[in-house]
Each structure stands twice: as C-alpha cells, then as structure tokens.
C-alpha cells in the first residue's frame, strides 16, 4: 500500500485548513512530546521528518472532537489527559530508532477516555456552580460589613498602578482618610502617642541624612499625626528576602536623630520566618489589607460616605494590584474566595 507522506509545511497547512494553526516549528517540538501525543514522524530526511497523512488527520479528528467539547477549557483537558491517559500512552521512542517498516502506534483517544474525561469536565462544571454560590454568599456577607463590597467597585486607575510607586501613592491617599487609630490598628502597631484623628500631612519621598552607606534617602510615605508621631512606611512589592531592605538601618539612624515619635513599617509580599526589617517592623499586605477592611466596616460613618467610599475604592485597587484579586473569573481565582473568607470570618 503507497502511503502519502508530509513534511512539516505539509502537516502544518493541513492543521490550518482544520482550525487547528500551528507553525512548522510548534510542530517539529510537538514531535518532543506535544500535545495529546502528536505522531512521531514515519521518516527522518535530512530537510524535514515526514509524516504519514493518514496518521495525521487520524490524530486531528481525535483532538478536534475533544477540543470541541469544551475548548474555552483546553488547558484543563490536556491535564486531565495526562492523568488519565499516561498508563494507556505508548512508550516514546528516540527518532533516530524509529523504524518505517513498523512505526511507533500512535494514541487514540479511546472511548473510555474520552467518556472519562467528559465526566471530569462535569464534575468541574458542578465545582465551578459551589464555587460560584460561595462566592455570592460572601460577597453578600462583605456587603453587610462594609456598605459596598471593594473587588465590585469601578477600578479605572488600577490599569496605571504598575509600580511601587504608584502603589505608594495610591496607600498614601487611604492614609488621608483614616483616623491614627483605625491605621494603627489594621497595621497591629502600638502608637507611642495616644492620640487620634486623620493625618496633619502625609509626604511622599520624604528626604532623610542616611539611607544605604554614605548616601542619603527618601522614606516612601510618612504621615504626621496631629499629636506630632510619625508612620514611616517602606513600601515592597516583593518577598522580603528579595527586598532591600538593608536600607532601612540608615532611615532608622535618621529618624532617631530627627528626635520625633515614630513608628516604622516595611510592606512586603511574603516573607521567611527569619526576615528581617532592618528596624522596621515587618508587615504582609495580605494582613494589612484585610486589617484595613476591617477598621473601615468599624468606622462605617453615614454622615460622610463619600470618604467610606473612597477608602473602600482605594483598598479594592491595591487588592487587586498587590493581591491580584479580582471576582471576575472565579475559579481562577480561589486565593480570592479564602481572602473573602478570612473577612467575612466563614471557615477556611
């Protein structure tokens, strides 16, 4: 029987006639373990592999009728193959044993597996709908607590806070809004001076003698309070034993001298049971988001809801820059569900 053989061009200018595009590159690694087992070349010339055409359109059927069951959920199909498929998956052989008289049997999806795979899929559907009501239950729950739940709020801005200094100074706006002790207290600080009320000012890149060795600094955010303490905060998007943070031993000499009552924090994004803050306390903005949201439902005012307003749109933006958060593709999004969990107070 005469076969018709293809090269990668060949293979490739069929899969696109298929909907399925792929360039003679992506193919040439599919032949390295592709997806979905694509065959192994039948022959190997010195300008490209050849494949079997029959062999190639058998495989297409098969991954086109699996990737028209659910395509918006690919990626989680081939996973689902590779647990179910790898004990039926035949043995790969190295290229240059391949024999054309007897080609390596390429993979069928097999009914059974197909059959396995839509029931897994069903099984994600239903999780995916008790994900769903879970998350409408605690969006509920944050609602009560808070008048508006942040993660539902319009974030216009949030597209321009690509650095630390954007997040600076989108959490030196919030600092504007809450009373000492409301900030204090979602920091877990212990003020110096007990005293209340917002901010007097609050100052970005505020300059100071020392910071690295024989340079000066500026501290990221500083708000004075009306009885005269300061919060210094160095403000991390990192872990912080990716973060520098050594600087910190100069801002503390400075502020020491400065002769003031002051309070210092380091954000960070993770960090080791050992980290240190070089003189200033170590906050992750997990725990200082969710403190915020908690002494915003606590200082709930009706009288000026355009500042409980503001501050909740200004938590929902860092939430979502820092914490990646976001309600829109859910389960996608799980540490969103265990971060709503830990507000609402519902089981972990």
């Not at 899969?15 to 979905?36: D, E, F, V």
Request: net charge neutral; proline share 6%.
């Amino acid at each position: 029987m005469d076969h018709q053989y293809w090269s990668l061009r060949d293979v490739a200018a069929y899969l696109q006639t298929q909907r399925l595009a792929s360039s003679p590159s992506t193919i040439s690694r599919w032949g390295k373990g592709g997806p979905w087992s694509f065959p192994l070349p039948d022959q190997s010339t010195a300008a490209s592999p050849l494949w079997r055409a029959e062999r190639v359109k058998e495989w297409a059927r098969a991954y086109a009728r699996v990737k028209h069951l659910s395509g918006y959920q690919l990626t989680h199909l081939l996973k689902t193959y590779a647990a179910l498929g790898a004990t039926c998956r035949p043995q790969r052989m190295p290229l240059e044993t391949v024999e054309v008289a007897e080609p390596p049997r390429p993979f069928i999806m097999t009914e059974s597996i197909f059959e396995g795979m839509r029931n897994l899929v069903a099984a994600y559907r239903v999780l995916e709908e008790t994900w769903s009501e879970e998350f409408d239950f605690l969006v509920k729950q944050s609602n009560q607590k808070l008048g508006c739940e942040p993660l539902l709020l319009p974030a216009l801005a949030v597209c321009a806070i690509e650095n630390e200094n954007a997040v600076s100074d989108v959490l030196a706006e919030l600092l504007k809004l809450l009373p000492k002790v409301a900030v204090f207290e979602a920091l877990e600080l212990t003020m110096n001076l007990v005293g209340d009320g917002c901010p007097q000012w609050v100052e970005r890149e505020w300059p100071v003698a020392m910071g690295h060795p024989d340079k000066s600094g500026r501290l990221d955010i500083t708000a004075v309070y009306p009885d005269e303490e300061r919060l210094v905060f160095e403000v991390k998007l990192g872990h912080a034993d990716q973060s520098d943070l050594a600087k910190n031993e100069g801002y503390t000499r400075s502020l020491n001298n400065s002769g003031a009552k002051y309070c210092a924090v380091a954000l960070v994004y993770g960090r080791s049971p050992n980290a240190c803050g070089h003189g200033f306390a170590l906050r992750d903005w997990r725990a200082v988001l969710l403190g915020f949201r908690r002494v915003i439902a606590r200082c709930r005012d009706p009288s000026v809801p355009h500042r409980h307003l503001a501050a909740l749109i200004l938590v929902g933006m860092l939430e979502r820059r820092v914490l990646h958060l976001n309600l829109e593709r859910r389960l996608a999004h799980l540490d969103t569900l265990r971060y709503l969990r830990y507000f609402t107070g519902a089981p972990v």
